[in-house]
């Protein structure tokens, strides 16, 4: 499920394992989350109508972590990485790192025709225009449409 939700959302695969169920809106179809760079952090970030169901079953209130171990406690990227990614990878007999997944959500939201400031805005990149750094704002209706296009 991990996997999915970071080709769905854009994350990091380290910002995955940090998104905290009370920062989750599903009615509104967002959550917010991000770290690493100023752009990046505590961004808004849509919830494609095909993962929303997922995110919702997967929400434990008793949990205050989406992404958990079976005990319901945080689970940590080294966990995540090594516990998981790595085995599915190898029984899929595959060579990929968890960040591809955000090559993934790039490629394919470029190739459904998304608007480029609405990923680089999803992914948290930083934007160098000051046009659309300043001046050019995305709310979350923009970005749902974007997210999906997917």
Known sequence: MSFYLTVTTGLRPGE?????????????RYFRGG?????????????????HKLIEDRMDPSNEYLITNYEGNKLSYY??????????????????????????????????????????RIMGHADKDITDKVYTHKDIEQLLIAIDML
């Not at 100023?38 to 919830?47: F, S």
């Not at 998981?84 to 591809?100: A, G, N, R, S, V």
């Open 16 to 28: 995955l394992v940090e998104v905290k169920n009370e920062n989750i809106h599903l009615n509104k």
């Open 79 to 120: 966990v995540y990485y090594h516990e998981k990614f790595k085995k599915i990878m190898q029984q899929l007999e595959l060579k990929h790192k968890p960040h591809d997944c955000r090559h993934t959500f790039a490629t394919l939201m470029d190739n459904a025709g998304a608007n480029k400031l609405s990923i680089k």
């Open 35 to 51: 770290f690493k760079t100023e752009a990046g952090t505590n961004r808004v970030i849509p919830i494609h109508k095909k993962v």
